[in-house]
């Protein structure tokens, strides 16, 4: 084994020890300073040598962070992760982590550095990227901005554009005025911080990322095993949640309304399952005699771009039982004419052939052309029905809530109802019963204080047998329980 030195250079001290290289028979020195004390370098000196006896001494290297990300880690990692986990990985890379530590080389990467990024992010604001999907050129936003502070009509501006404006020769006054809407609804901030739980979400990717970096003999470990990201909130932040009647008051006005997504807001709320699964539900699944329906597929999005997956993370089918008033809506639902003028059919077509038509998904909700509803869009739909309802129904508005807010409102009114865990555990696709223990604990406590009450209501006929002694029970004839 090698033997090293330690010394000192102006104020701080170095080691220096020869690593034999037997591939190509040349010996070179590695020196390192900027120790403190003596005692510091004599240990880093141990470490070193004890690196190279038992083969875990990586050679420094200039790859940089950024390099091993971008070229090596991510595009490894497709063949790992799902694509909607791969594009949330790079995303959160692209625009968090990478522009502050990528230009640092992997074996100078610390823990500190990894500190730092995370008291950054939960303390100081920086800029929210701009939507990358948008349907006009980047002209006509600007047009519209300038003109809507000019307190020109929606009209003219829709005029203004199909005249001067390649590219906008269809536009409208309503696509405008939408345009203006979703303009307000994201709100004028450029600006935000992120939240504890998005850091720790940072970091295990970050984490995820040198570990296999260390795998790969770039790194002698994963530093981020060493860095202190922001502890975890000891309580779920409190949900917003619609009760019974208010779900089924904005059911019925949607239907009033002749909303065009009553139907299957309706069975997002019955149905008690994840957007994506609601969205990618065929005729064919649906066992209209026995009340159930197959759960198979599931739609989603990546990078803004439609993609349709087997259902849950294993891809098994998930079936549900449907309530006789799901099934009658379904049923007329089912009997609407179809986009070419015929009937929807429940006849077998295989949904991956590349040679079928968009009319022939069979899809039970679905765009106007027959294809699959965009799930982002779906969402936002949503909330802008709430904002419209509460405009029509200012003495009785509801919160406005996530889509998902409709399954966790029906595992909140299914346990409230008396339903066991182990039901809703089943009906949710959890994969045990705690994991929907610990989601529903705002459910699981009252019911337990239910519970208490009905045995005590069992065990104690009357509490006033319980009073403090200093006061004068009522007479009764039943025994008086005492301590002892």
């Known amino acids: 084994m090698p033997q090293g030195t330690v010394g000192k250079r102006g104020s701080s001290w170095y080691f220096a020890h020869r690593i034999d290289q037997p591939s190509t028979g040349l010996r070179r020195q590695k020196w390192q300073g900027g120790f403190a004390t003596k005692v510091e370098a004599e240990r880093a000196l141990r470490a070193s040598l004890t690196q190279l006896e038992t083969g875990t001494w990586v050679e420094p290297s200039k790859l940089r962070y950024i390099d091993y990300v971008e070229k090596m880690w991510l595009p490894a990692l497709t063949l790992q992760v799902e694509s909607s986990t791969h594009e949330s990985y790079a995303r959160n890379m692209r625009v968090h982590v990478l522009p502050a530590i990528g230009g640092i080389r ?22 929210i990227p701009g939507p990358k999907n948008r349907r006009h050129p980047a002209q006509v936003y600007a047009i519209i901005e300038q003109r809507r502070a000019e307190d020109w009509s929606y009209a003219a501006i829709a005029a203004e554009l199909r005249s001067n404006v390649p590219g906008a020769k269809t536009i409208t006054k309503d696509a405008v005025a939408r345009i203006v809407a979703r303009s307000k609804e994201r709100g004028t ?6 939240g504890i739980r998005t850091v720790r979400y940072i970091h295990t990717i970050i984490s995820k990322s040198l570990k296999d970096a260390a ?6 470990q994963n530093v981020a095993a060493n860095a202190s990201p922001p502890r975890a909130p000891k309580t779920r932040p409190e949900r917003k949640l619609w009760t019974g009647e208010q779900t089924r008051l904005f059911l019925e006005w949607c239907r009033a309304t002749d909303h065009q997504h009553a139907d299957a807001f309706t069975f997002v709320a019955t149905s008690g399952d994840r957007r994506g699964a609601n969205l990618g539900l065929r005729w064919r699944d649906i066992d209209f005699k026995d009340g159930a329906a197959k759960l198979i ?10 993609v349709v997956k087997p259902y849950g993370k294993t891809g098994n089918i998930h079936e549900i039982v449907l309530d006789p008033m799901t099934l009658a809506m379904l049923t007329a639902r089912r009997v609407l004419p179809r986009f070419d003028g015929d009937i929807h059919t429940c006849e077998s077509i295989d949904p991956n ?19 699959y509803l965009h799930p982002e869009r779906f969402s936002k739909e949503f909330q802008r029905a709430q904002i419209r309802y509460n405009a029509e129904h200012p003495d009785e508005v509801i919160p406005v809530i996530g889509l998902h807010g409709l399954r966790h409102g029906w595992a909140t009114l299914a346990l409230e109802a008396g339903i066991p865990m182990k039901v809703v555990q089943d009906r949710l696709n959890h994969s045990s019963e705690r994991i929907t223990a610990d989601i529903y604990t705002h459910v699981r406590r009252p019911l337990q204080s239910d519970a208490a009450h009905r045995v005590a209501d069992l065990l104690i006929p009357n509490p006033a047998y319980y009073q403090a002694p200093n006061q004068k029970a009522e007479p009764s004839h039943a025994p008086r329980w005492t301590n002892g």
Do not use: W
Not at 189 to 194: A, H, P, S, V, Y
Not at 215 to 220: P, S
Not at 354 to 361: C, I, K, S
């Open 353 to 371: 052939c590349e040679q079928m038509g968009e009319h022939d998904r069979d899809l039970v909700f679905s765009r106007p052309d027959g294809n």
């Open 189 to 194: 901030e450029d600006e935000r911080t992120l």
């Open 106 to 127: 992997m074996q100078k990467l610390t823990p500190n550095h990894l500190n730092d990024l995370y008291r950054k992010l939960l303390d100081q604001p920086e800029p």
């Open 297 to 306: 597929l599931s739609v989603t999005s990546v990078a803004h771009q439609i």
């Open 215 to 220: 795998k790969l003999g770039l790194l002698n």
